[in-house]
């Protein structure tokens, strides 16, 4: 079969064309003279460039035609060699009379590691000369023999660089996975921006990747099917050889169908931003709740991607064909998943209780709480171990802090609080991430004062804010007084920080006692003071207003009490004087 554009061409220069199959090339010979005639023969007939693809043994696999200027390669969808070469040679025409070889051809060449890329030009009916590249000394560069005489070029010189490039490839593979082993990662993003670039690039990082490089593109119809458009695609498999890149994480959600059709198409694994984040919290989950919630939502994520052959592959359903003994493995993976999603759904309902209840011991004890939050890697952990005079784990990394740690410290008043720090938030943050640490965020819900962290040395501190803000809001986040605290300080210089925010350095403990005033006053401003009248009967209220009032005075009267007192604003609501 003759592949490629075969569009207007007679049926029977398509039959006569199909005899190269039957052509075979000798061990020496890199080309035979016979495949030269016929690949001058047709390309003058058609004015359209035509490539074969030759095994190691001689043999030719495919024969496919392009336009006038170039041919779609590799119509016989080689996949890329992970250690050597691919085994296949690829001898083409150039009907403009130049023998040498295109960035398309080198292209081509590299990213489906061929043994070799040859053009030979074609000129009056004629072949004219050719030219030969192999991969080179690094994976994306090349070597290049050429240009010849058709009628006079070294046969077996250009067999044996075959091998020699095989050799050179193999070992410069073998380097790369004795020197590192990692996840050699390209990043691909839609409509982006550079934020977002380094935003994937540092979750890359944290997750363990190294990431080599990235592909962007702008305008991508949804409906494409490869997350990316085909042309992108291409640029992609390229980038990938000359990279020898072995991951693909893309920056948004992929759907089942994409994901399959882009490792179809590359070769290689692919990871949407979905998966590196759980993947990012899996790694850094350490208390039995962080890892169930991280199970939870990797479950939540994995079960609408669980996918066959189609629907046939199901027995559950009506008709001919459908019906069978029992469940097939997709159907019985999906039952366990769901049945393990119930189970670790009533897990966490139980140690949200067990939170409650610590909650509740707090409460009776009536110390403050404030919750640190913000965009991860903002330096909170760095914040509560510097007012704590703690050493808990702090790394420049995303998401160094999953499970949330609080620890009591005294303010200048004396007054005693606690803080709390929890996970830090991030952009386009899985829905069913916030959904499985909703139990784990209920912290900030109970908060008498929420502190939003941010790092103001970063370009995109605003952007982060406007993120926390949404995820507040989507936890349901509403009356709780918020203070705003801008971090690293340190990293700008003394004129580009604004006079009127509040600005620390966790790292050089600069305004450090400054913050620990305004939560003080911060705090003070949530008292109200109160004059009630009581009945002997009514106890219980009296006992409240004893355990959370602050400078409280009772003044007792023949039928009943008149209590005043500076009481917390949340416990009044609680109250309902």
Same mark, same amino acid.
């Given at each position: ?26 061990? !020496? ?31 030719? =696999? ?33 009907? &403009? ?17 061929? !043994? ?72 691909? =993003? ?29 305008? $991508? ?29 893309? &920056? ?20 949407? @931003? ?30 609408? @991607? ?9 027995? =559950? ?39 409650? =209840?610590?909650?509740?011991? @707090? ?13 991860? &890697? ?48 991030? !952009? ?39 993120? $926390? ?55 003070? !401003? ?52």
């Amino acid at each position: 079969m003759i592949n490629g554009n075969t569009s207007g061409i007679k049926q029977h220069i398509l039959d006569d064309m199909e005899n190269m199959y039957e052509l075979t090339c000798g061990k !020496d010979e890199f080309v035979s003279k016979e495949l030269i005639f016929f690949l001058a023969t047709y390309t003058s007939v058609l004015n359209r460039e035509i490539s074969v693809f030759i095994s190691r043994a001689g043999k030719v =696999l495919d024969v496919s035609i392009g336009d006038n200027d170039h041919v779609e390669l590799p119509y016989l969808r080689i996949k890329r060699g992970n250690d050597m070469l691919s085994g296949v040679r690829c001898i083409h025409t150039h009907p &403009n009379g130049n023998a040498n070889l295109s960035s398309i051809d080198i292209s081509t060449l590299l990213s489906s590691r061929l !043994d070799a890329m040859a053009a030979i030009s074609v000129k009056d009916g004629s072949a004219a000369g050719i030219s030969v590249a192999y991969i080179g000394e690094q994976l994306d560069k090349t070597v290049q023999f050429g240009p010849y005489s058709i009628y006079r070029f070294p046969q077996e010189l250009l067999i044996r660089e075959i091998y020699n490039a095989t050799r050179r490839v193999s070992e410069l593979v073998r380097l790369q996975q004795t020197d590192d082993d990692s996840e050699r990662a390209v990043l691909v =993003l839609r409509n982006t921006n550079e934020r977002e670039i380094k935003e994937l690039s540092m979750l890359a990082d944290t997750a363990g990747a190294r990431v080599l490089g990235n592909l962007t593109q702008n305008n $991508v119809r949804d409906e494409s099917g490869y997350y990316i458009g085909k042309g992108k695609l291409k640029d992609l498999n390229y980038l990938l050889s000359s990279l020898n890149a072995n991951l693909v994480i893309t &920056n948004d959600e992929l759907t089942g169908v994409e994901q399959r059709n882009l490792e179809h198409e590359l070769g290689i694994k692919v990871v949407d @931003r979905t998966t590196l984040i759980l993947d990012i919290f899996a790694r850094h989950a350490k208390t039995k709740e962080g890892k169930v919630q991280v199970e939870l939502a990797q479950l939540k994520y994995m079960l609408p @991607r669980l996918t066959g052959t189609g629907v046939s592959l199901s027995r =559950l359903g009506a008709g001919i064909g459908t019906r069978g003994p029992g469940e097939t493995k997709l159907e019985t993976d999906r039952r366990r998943i769901r049945r393990k999603i119930f189970e670790l759904e009533e897990e966490i309902k139980k140690l949200a209780k067990q939170r409650q =209840l610590r909650r509740n011991s @707090r409460e009776k004890n009536r110390i403050p709480e404030i919750a640190i939050v913000g965009y991860t &890697n903002a330096g909170k952990t760095s914040l509560l171990n510097l007012l704590a005079d703690e050493s808990l784990y702090s790394e420049d990394k995303l998401f160094a802090t999953l499970d949330p740690v609080t620890r009591k410290i005294t303010l200048p008043s004396g007054k005693d609080v606690l803080l709390t720090d929890t996970v830090g938030f991030i !952009d386009k943050l899985p829905h069913d991430l916030v959904s499985a640490f909703k139990s784990t965020l209920e912290e900030t819900l109970s908060a008498d004062l929420i502190m939003i962290l941010t790092d103001i040395s970063d370009p995109d501190h605003a952007v982060h804010e406007g993120v $926390v803000n949404n995820v507040l809001t989507e936890i349901g986040v509403k009356d709780t007084p918020i203070i705003h605290v801008y971090n690293k300080t340190d990293m700008l210089d003394e004129d580009d920080i604004p006079s009127n925010i509040i600005g620390i350095s966790a790292k050089e403990k600069k305004g450090i006692g400054h913050l620990l005033n305004v939560i003080d006053e911060k705090l003070k !401003d949530n008292m109200v003071r109160i004059s009630v009248k009581l009945k002997y009967s009514e106890g219980s209220k009296l006992s409240k207003l004893q355990q959370y009032g602050k400078d409280l005075n009772i003044e007792y009267n023949d039928d009943h009490m008149l209590v005043t007192a500076d009481m917390p604003e949340k416990v009044l609501k609680q109250l309902r004087f």
